[in-house]
């Protein structure tokens, strides 16, 4: 079976994006027809951004797991719903059929509900890259709790801030996870960061490593005793708890211009449809095709196009436990040839660093199984591009780059593989049912070009369905964040490009938020990091170009006090960044500096900062605002 709402040619993408802007009632109501619902919807939108307030599939009621098991088990019961990579090689590989799938699910939502989960509590899922995090998530999805998941690179402080901020009473986590030669020991993280917390109650932890944990009685439980407790009941089976369509479906923590994570929130309906819809339409997805998405599930791509989007369209999803380069870079190519993956899904950074490998580990790999292949998550540099097409895709697999967001639920911008024009480095056409809009500083629409192409903040005039809804427990939060900016538009916090034939090039943000390695960090977030460290007075945090990770953290660093030498330092403040957010947040650079460059009202220039750091020393432009120019030479000088 194929799907009726799959886009085929590009006249078809032509009038579906037509009608998705005439008419967005009639387009999504009839998408939405190919869904489960266990009531219909009485209105298929309702929306302002000034609110914000904005509801899809009004007054339906469904389960987003019925539509992603239930209803594929007549036809696709012993299809694998999930394969199963293991870090170590050597190890088996699992195939989770639907048939599995669901038994499992509803296994582990029975263990949910012994233990006191109910419909609307969040249960934050701190686990590695196993099958039994997807089980969890879609167990959340069962029986309607939230599901708030934590990359498992994510220090105790950062779980702290997070299960404070969601108020969260249940934890599913792993005594450890393997990642390449590294055994992270997620338990004893887990039990850091409930140091002084009132609120969990229970910690369900399912063994991987078997790494020695500590079990604190009355609120440790194994995750393999409960379902063995579930099954001495004799319950298989659990009933799919009747959500509201715009009832939240989860919580994704992401980091934003502020020192403080943002609780985005997905609502259970317009979350479905759209990463369906997506899903199907950007990767032109096939019955039976093997779509192998790199992403942890601990972020949105992870969410959306591993466990939500191809399970609600039936399809078979690789999940892999380990990193790209262990035991050594030839690991994707080896997951490849194996499973005789169709769809690689992954990350520029990936490609870079893989690329940094040359050919070698590519030899006497089969990748003919390949058909299409797309990136994600920052922009994908034309060397990197053409490097993916000759040598992966071997020239005649489509790339599609693929531009969206956390708060965005799924994919907004990219062309559809095969169907519609791939160009380098640019996310090309707008998805059906999107509408950006470049502006100026004042919100007005960019009209003028700059040398042949129209540059500007990009916003989106109108929602999607998977349109973030609120920043859990703060919705003035999110109007601030997203709809305040312009009036009446959505504000990415990204700059982009548009040539005449409307294809957007994503350049990257325009905020304090730095896109290392794909991975999203807020500059505000490392500086109150660093500025933990006893003997750190102050500090910036600046981006700058990083040929494998895009980006990397370059940190001016005002240090007092005596101890240690620069080198001692250097190492010290790495290790705090490490405890408070987690190792992806260690400055790159650290250039210890007496002060930093700052307006008469204290403001520090952040702009002269940046451009030192990238090596642009010469052109600083305007310093005379500066209270004391002089620091701008010490700075230049000492620039490592
Ligand atoms: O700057 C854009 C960049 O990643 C940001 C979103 O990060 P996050 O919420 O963590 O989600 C990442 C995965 C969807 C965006 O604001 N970004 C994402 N995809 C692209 C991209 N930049 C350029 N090209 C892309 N394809």
Not at 58 to 69: F, M
Not at 359 to 378: A, D, M
């Amino acid at each position: 079976m194929s799907y009726p709402y799959q886009i085929k040619s590009l006249e078809q993408y032509k009038e579906a994006y037509k009608q998705s802007v005439d008419n967005p009632d009639l387009f999504w109501g009839n998408i939405g027809g190919y869904f489960q619902w266990k009531r219909r919807w009485e209105k298929v939108l309702e929306w302002n951004f000034t609110e914000p307030k904005i509801e899809w599939y009004k007054g339906a009621k469904l389960n987003i797991t019925e539509n992603c098991l239930d209803r594929h088990l007549k036809t696709l019961a012993n299809t694998p719903a999930i394969i199963w990579e293991p870090n170590d090689p050597e190890e088996h590989h699992r195939v989770i059929t639907y048939k599995d799938l669901y038994t499992k699910v509803c296994q582990f939502a029975n263990v949910l509900k012994s233990n006191g989960v109910k419909k609307g509590d969040r249960v934050c899922i701190y686990m590695g890259m196993i099958p039994e995090l997807a089980i969890a998530v879609l167990a959340c999805a069962r029986i309607g709790a939230i599901h708030s998941v934590i990359f498992g690179g994510f220090s105790a402080q950062s779980i702290a801030d997070r299960l404070y901020d969601a108020q969260a009473e249940y934890i599913v986590t792993c005594d450890g996870a393997y990642r390449g030669a590294k055994d992270i020991p997620l338990k004893s993280v887990i039990d850091d960061a409930l140091i002084g917390n009132r609120t969990v109650k229970r910690v369900i932890v399912c063994t991987r490593t078997r790494t020695a944990v500590s079990m604190i009685k009355g609120r440790d439980v194994w995750w393999e005793d409960e379902v063995k407790k579930v099954e001495t009941l004799g319950l298989v089976d659990c009933p799919a708890e009747e959500m509201d369509a715009e009832d939240p479906l989860f919580i994704l923590y992401t980091s934003g211009s502020t020192g403080k994570p943002k609780g985005v929130v997905h609502a259970c309906a317009g979350y479905m449809v759209y990463t369906n819809y997506t899903f199907v339409n950007v990767f032109q997805y096939q019955r039976g095709d093997i779509h192998f998405c790199t992403a942890d599930i601990g972020w949105i791509t992870g969410h959306s196009y591993i466990v939500y989007g191809p399970l609600s369209a039936g399809g078979t999803s690789l999940m892999f436990e380990g990193i790209p380069t262990w035991p050594d870079a030839g690991r994707f190519w080896d997951i490849i040839d194996k499973f005789k993956v169709n769809i690689l899904y992954t990350a520029p950074t990936a490609i870079r660093s893989l690329m940094g490998f040359g050919l070698g580990p590519l030899q006497g790999k089969n990748l003919s199984s390949l058909k299409i292949l797309g990136t994600v998550g920052e922009p994908i540099n034309e060397e990197a591009w053409h490097w993916y097409d000759e040598h992966i895709g071997k020239k005649k697999c489509p790339i599609v780059d693929t531009w969206w967001q956390t708060e965005t639920g799924g994919i907004l911008i990219s062309n559809l593989a095969g169907v519609t024009l791939a160009k380098p480095s640019w996310a090309t056409l707008p998805m059906p049912g999107v509408q950006p809009i470049l502006v100026d500083e004042n919100g007005k629409e960019v009209t003028e070009k700059e040398d042949g192409l129209y540059k500007g903040n990009l916003c989106i005039k109108a929602p999607w369905p998977s349109t973030i809804r609120t920043t859990y427990g703060d919705h003035e939060r999110c109007k601030k964040n997203y709809f305040s900016t312009y009036e009446n538009l959505y504000f990415t916090g990204d700059g982009a490009l548009k040539d005449e034939e409307g294809n957007y090039r994503i350049t990257g943000r325009v905020d304090d938020v730095l896109n290392v390695s794909g991975h999203r960090i807020g500059t505000a977030e490392v500086e109150n990091a660093i500025n933990m460290h006893a003997g750190v007075v102050e500090s910036a945090v600046v981006g700058y170009p990083h040929d494998i990770k895009g980006q990397g953290i370059y940190a001016y660093v005002i240090f007092q006090g005596s101890h240690g030498d620069e080198a001692m330092r250097r190492k010290d403040i790495l290790q705090t960044v490490t405890r408070i957010i987690g190792a992806i947040a260690k400055p790159d650079k650290i250039q210890f500096v007496s002060g930093l460059p700052k307006t008469r009202s204290g403001k520090i220039m952040r702009r002269i900062l940046r451009k030192i750091a990238e090596g642009e020393t010469q052109n600083l432009g305007d310093t005379t605002t500066l209270l004391d120019p002089g620091v701008v030479e010490e700075i230049k000088n000492g620039k490592i």
